[in-house]
């Protein structure tokens, strides 16, 4: 296969996912060999985000995976996508990710999102109030400040965290973090895999209106996008509709399980096509394909880097779809 020309960065969201009659431990064992693999395929960097009280993702505390993983690679970037701030005080975020980063240098990122990550009954198990998250522009200031060892509470430092200047990354997924991120000089990454309805504004706004920044000097965009490989465009699209499946089934019937005539039907519902319509951005084929595909959501996006969401039914597949991913890609095998 020819070399195509230079893409943008590939990275990685791995939601730690939790299977049928499987345990998170099972979980974390697929993530360390999710890591490695592409590690070798020469992927940017892997983030894990938080969520709460859901039976199928095991990445509720991000950091304590993070140090997981970090031991068992040698030097993709790891980091959170993202940690919910309002979940945490700001000077705990900074402790936990200054501790990575000096166990880890270089190699650690800390995307911070607004939302709780999980319901509300949850939020108040967390002892949270739903409205903290009108501090989070205040929040990712103290936060920064923290890691810059520049605090912003008198008398209070981050230690670990002071000076480790660890690299932050707004989350979004509407006008608010992209107007954020500009005015805060910080890169942008839009959660188009889910979300895909704002971001082409979002994106532009951003850029219209970025602010550089000590820690960003020019706007930088992550979009995410689902992508599903395989040898056989066939194959692709057979796996594509058992992940659409199981979207529909675990969304809409919140883990009850029903027969497959009775999930038929659940399909064909204006319910379903709400779900589904959460993976519009989602590239389903051969390499060269999903390649094709991917070139123009770069462009769609106006994206400096992807952040790819494997949509496999097993772990195999996952790991087969990034083979072809990264070989289509023509990123830098690892030495």
């Known amino acids: 296969m020819s070399t195509p020309a230079p893409h943008v960065p590939l990275s990685l969201l791995d939601f730690a996912t939790v299977y049928r009659g499987e345990t998170p431990r099972d979980a974390f064992r697929r993530s360390v060999e999710l890591a490695r693999r592409a590690e ?3 992927y940017t960097r892997i ?4 969520h709460h009280n859901m039976t199928s993702i095991a990445s509720s505390a991000p950091a304590v995976l993070i140090a997981h993983v970090a031991a068992k690679t040698d030097h993709i970037r790891l980091g959170s996508g993202g940690v ?12 936990q990710f200054g501790t990575l980063a000096e166990l880890y240098p270089d190699r650690i990122d800390l995307g911070l999102g607004r939302a709780p990550g999980t319901d509300a009954r949850t939020v108040a198990a967390l002892r949270r109030s739903p409205q903290n998250a009108e501090n989070f522009p205040r929040d990712v200031l103290e936060l920064q400040g923290f890691l810059a060892g520049r605090s912003r509470v008198q008398g209070v430092e981050a230690i670990p965290g002071a000076d480790t200047n660890v690299p932050l990354y707004i989350l979004g997924s509407s006008l608010f973090g992209a107007t954020l991120a500009a005015k805060l000089g910080l890169p942008y990454s839009f959660a188009s895999h889910f979300a895909p309805d704002a971001l082409v504004p979002a994106v532009k706004a951003y850029r219209e209106n970025f602010t550089p920044s000590e820690f960003c ?9 689902n992508v599903t490989a395989s040898d056989t465009e066939e194959d692709a699209v057979r796996q594509s509709d058992i992940v659409r499946r199981r979207r529909v089934e675990t969304m809409a019937l919140r883990g009850r399980q029903v027969g497959e005539e009775d999930l038929d039907l659940l399909m064909s519902s204006p319910a379903a096509e709400m779900i589904l319509s959460m993976l519009r951005y989602h590239a389903v084929g051969t390499g060269e394909q ?3 595909y991917l070139e123009g959501f770069t462009r769609h996006a106006d994206a400096d880097e992807l952040m790819i969401s494997l949509q496999s039914p097993t772990t195999t597949e996952a790991l087969t779809s990034m083979s072809i991913l990264a070989d289509a890609w023509g990123l830098p095998l690892s030495s």
């Open 40 to 42: 070798e395929l020469g």
């Open 47 to 50: 983030w894990y985000s938080e």
């Open 84 to 95: 919910m701030l309002p979940n945490h005080a700001p000077l705990v975020i900074a402790e």
């Open 217 to 225: 000097p020019e706007p930088y965009v992550i979009a995410a996008v």
């Open 290 to 292: 999903v390649a094709e």
